[in-house]
């Protein structure tokens, strides 16, 4: 219920980002046009796509992001079961405790990339397979297959996880290989109808991960920074602002601390206690690391780069469970003591992400503005750089009213002059920007600035009206 309101609070923000190129393809078009889109503009599968057109269908920008909310919040007691089905109980309560609270699955709890969808689906994949495992009934590996099948159609991240998960597997249980390799087989026959398109996306990819490879090229700190962005922080706020240098400090000290006690033991009650990693508890830290480690060595390619804290998506329900293992193999009182502190640092990235200031950018007052400050001849400037193509032009699809879209350049304050026309402008609120769309030099005299307002977010958006000064 919690996981489920903080969503809530949170799912009616203005689009952002990749959500608008998703927003523009499912938006007034069939879904035969939808699939073909994906196919020939997209990295992704098109599950997600399908799943936004058709919530989409009953309008609203927002209400494409539906299946991602209901798969977020569905993931929380996953994420339990995940616990109870590998290191036991209390792991899992702690590890969907952490889930439903963190500032990164909130986010991509309410945006309708993947993202979510992906991580219900491979959680339930080895939830359903570990039951499969233990009760050998058709069913299960049904639900597997199922499973398997939904997340390696929702992104193609997926892989990293189901095939060390298939490998593990068959490795640890030879008595059920034929089931495996018949659940396993089905899962490979029911995407083979996307491999021609899989392999078009492929084909594009290469761009994007080409100027990924220069913002993000492969290092020990921009590891650091997208693991702990995806375990502890906010996709597009720095760790160092959410949830902060001393949470995090505190944080990974409680692991450390609860590390060092599993690694070296306690004597209780006459006995030595060494909690061991059981086989299953082997399997989360393999789907824990193989993701992180699969993108660092493909991203070590020339010119090529994945890493960033959404493809490790996947790999985080895994690892909560170890952290939830790990703080809570001590005596009852101290495993509450360090489980509670635990989940209050990382509630403190939650409150912060209440900050307006840690919230998406607020695309819908902007239109408001727009709309209220522009007439139909009005030349209307927007840029939402470093964004191109729909998450630059993030406003328009709040506007209620026609309005004259303009790019902007040096004709732009002398045409407006001789016709005597305002000038509206949107753009995120940084100083470089303000001062390029400021008017030129030689208008200053002939405009003034007759409205403005900034709208907060982790990229503010500000916009104003210059009106022409009679002459």
């Known amino acids: 219920m919690v996981g489920l309101a903080l969503r809530l609070v949170w799912l009616d923000d203005s689009l952002f980002g990749d959500e608008l190129f998703l927003y523009v393809i499912v938006d007034e078009h069939s879904l035969g046009e939808v699939l073909s889109t994906v196919r020939d503009t997209e990295k992704t599968p098109p599950l997600g796509f399908v799943l936004a057109w058709l919530t989409g269908q009953a309008g609203g920008p927002e209400l494409t992001r539906l299946p991602s909310f209901a798969a977020s919040v569905a993931t929380v007691p996953l994420v339990y079961l995940l616990g109870v089905r590998t290191l036991g109980r209390a792991a899992g309560v702690v590890a969907a405790a952490w889930f439903a609270l963190s500032p990164y699955e909130i986010f991509y709890g309410t945006e309708s990339r993947s993202y979510a969808l992906v991580t219900a689906f491979v959680v339930l994949s080895t939830v359903s397979l570990l039951a499969a495992l233990d009760r050998q009934r058709s069913r299960w590996w049904a639900l597997y297959a199922l499973a398997a099948t939904g997340a390696i159609y929702s992104h193609y991240i997926a892989a990293l996880i189901l095939l060390p998960q298939a490998a593990w597997a068959l490795w640890t249980h030879r008595d059920s290989v034929r089931e495996q390799l018949?659940?396993?087989?089905a899962v490979v026959l029911a995407?083979?109808?996307w491999f021609p398109s899989f392999l078009i996306q492929a084909r594009h990819s290469a761009d994007e991960a080409k100027r990924l490879a220069e913002i993000t090229p492969v290092s020990l700190s921009n590891v650091g920074e997208a693991v702990g962005k995806a375990l502890f922080g906010h996709p597009f706020v720095a760790l160092r602002d959410l949830p902060g240098r001393l949470a995090i400090a505190l944080l990974a000290a409680l692991l450390v601390l609860a590390l060092i006690a599993v690694a070296v033991g306690e004597r209780r009650a006459g006995h030595r206690f060494k909690p061991k990693l059981s086989t299953r508890g082997a399997l989360l830290v393999l789907l824990a690391v193989a993701p992180p480690l699969g993108i660092v060595l493909y991203s070590l390619r020339p010119d090529t780069s994945f890493l960033l804290a959404r493809n490790l998506s996947g790999?985080?329900?895994y690892a909560l469970v170890l952290f939830g293992w790990l703080l809570t193999t001590q005596r009852p009182r101290v495993s509450a003591a360090l489980s509670v502190a635990a989940i209050a640092l990382v509630g403190v990235g939650t409150v912060e992400l209440l900050d307006s200031d840690n919230g998406r950018p607020n695309a819908e007052a902007a239109a408001r503005f727009i709309d209220a400050n522009a007439g139909p001849d009005t030349p209307v400037i927007e840029t939402q750089l470093p964004f191109s193509g729909p998450p630059g032009r993030a406003t328009r699809i709040y506007l209620e009213h026609r309005h004259r879209f303009v790019a902007y350049g040096a004709s732009?304050?002398?045409?407006?002059?001789?016709?005597?026309?305002?000038?509206?402008?949107?753009?995120?609120?940084?100083p470089a920007l303000d001062r390029l769309l400021r008017p030129r030099k030689r208008y200053v005299s002939r405009y003034r600035l007759v409205a403005e307002h900034t709208y907060p977010g982790f990229r503010a958006i500000t916009v104003r009206k210059y009106a022409p000064r009679p002459r």
């Open 191 to 193: 995407f083979m109808p």
């Open 182 to 185: 018949l659940a396993n087989g």
């Open 412 to 430: 732009l304050w002398p045409r407006a002059a001789e016709a005597g026309s305002p000038v509206v402008m949107s753009y995120p609120s940084l």
């Open 315 to 317: 790999a985080v329900p």
